[in-house]
């Protein structure tokens, strides 16, 4: 169960994380906002405000927690290899449980896992508000 949980979390963490907006400030001083994080210059990855994701995540959790279609998916994706790595990886864990979405964002195998199916998927259901 508490595989499940870390596995719920991640793919909410993961959903939050492609639909927030980036904003950070440059050299000059101009603030620039970007829809992705790829949109942040490297240089910048640093000064990027990804503001408090925490409560995002929770509702997000509680939303997918209600959607017996969108845990199958959730459940389907706990032996997916790409998943253990994560799930096995104590920096990703840490960045996970304090909701560090800069430190996920710049971790490949986090960045991976937006384009997973099955995150795309579970995203495309939460954003057209489940299925029962």
């Known amino acids: 169960m508490k595989k499940l949980f ?6 909410a963490t993961t959903t939050v994380a492609q639909a927030d907006t980036y904003k950070w400030t440059d050299k000059e001083g101009t603030v620039h906002f970007s829809d992705s994080a790829g949109g ?6 640093n000064a990027v405000d990804y503001g408090s994701v925490a409560p995002k995540v929770e509702e997000l959790k509680k939303q997918m ?12 994706m706990q032996d997916d290899p ?5 799930l096995s990886d104590p920096a990703v864990m840490r960045a996970i449980q304090s909701m560090d979405i800069g430190t996920l964002m710049n971790n490949p ?6 384009d997973n199916p099955r995150v795309r998927e579970i995203e495309q259901k939460m954003q057209n508000g489940g299925s029962k």
């Open 65 to 76: 927690l209600n959607d017996e279609g969108t845990m199958d998916l959730i459940r389907a």
């Open 40 to 45: 942040v210059p490297e240089s910048r990855q």
């Open 6 to 11: 870390f596995v719920l979390l991640l793919v």
């Open 82 to 86: 790409d998943m253990q790595a994560l």
């Open 109 to 114: 195998g986090f960045m991976k896992m937006l």
